[in-house]
Nanobody, 119 residues
Framework: QVRLVESGGGLVQPGGSLTLSCTAS??????????MGWYRQAPGKERELVAT???????TYADSVAGRFIIFRNDAKLTVDLQMRGLTPEDTAIYYC???????????WGQGTQVIVAS
């Protein structure tokens, strides 16, 4: 397993932007094949895969966030960030960073960070 530490959650107004960051251990980040991603879970709903990025920087997005969210990794900083724009109340959830050797990443999880979109 890899240790994941998230940061960047908070309260934001509708239409606003927020960036979440996930820091992973170095050994995992340098492995040739791995996937990292962001999930979210809203109250009363199942956990949803939001976006993923692999070791080659290829990305995937859920339809609900495509065009608004961007996932990118910084190999020098060992981080995977989720840039979120055009936020709506429907984006309110606890966001989790995840990592794994296969898709979708689920072998290791961060502690979660709360995002609340409200005016």
């Amino acid at each position: 397993q890899v240790r994941l530490v998230e940061s960047g959650g908070g309260l934001v107004q509708p239409g606003g932007s927020l960036t979440l960051s996930c820091t992973a251990s170095g050994a995992f980040f340098s492995s040739a094949r791995h996937f990292m991603g962001w999930y979210r879970q809203a109250p009363g709903k199942e956990r949803e895969l939001v976006a993923t990025v692999d070791a080659g920087h290829a990305t995937t997005y859920a339809d609900s966030v495509a065009g608004r969210f961007i996932i990118f990794r910084n190999d020098a900083k060992l981080t995977v960030d989720l840039q979120m724009r055009g936020l709506t109340p429907e984006d309110t959830a606890i966001y989790y960073c995840a990592a794994g050797a296969s898709y979708p990443p689920s072998g290791s999880w961060g502690q979660g960070t709360q995002v609340i979109v409200a005016s």
